[in-house]
């Protein structure tokens, strides 16, 4: 009796899984502007809001430390974030 009677009916598809989404909507902290990046843009977005010069898309961005409160020390996070 041989051994190889292994019927294996076990088929491997081609599985061409591809993310077709472009952008994962990561949430990235201290992304103020929410372009996907961190980078002085932010910092000076941010900046603004505290002095009442502009303001947020979305105000839960500029929550860097995420205490629930926007103020300078999330500035400072986020300046630190970027060195
Ligand atoms: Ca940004
Ligand atoms: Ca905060």
Redesign the pocket.
């Known amino acids: 009796m041989t051994s190889d009677g292994k019927e294996s009916s076990y088929v491997f598809e081609p599985v061409a899984k591809k993310a077709s989404e472009p952008v994962p909507a990561v949430r990235l902290f201290g992304d103020v502007d929410a372009n996907g990046t961190v980078d002085e843009n932010d910092i000076t977005m941010l900046r603004n809001y505290l002095v009442g010069l502009g303001d947020l898309n979305d105000v839960s961005q500029?929550?860097?430390?995420?205490?629930?409160?926007?103020?300078i020390?999330?500035l400072i996070?986020l300046k630190r974030s970027l060195m």
């Open positions: 500029g929550d860097v430390n995420i205490d629930g409160v926007i103020n020390s999330d996070e």
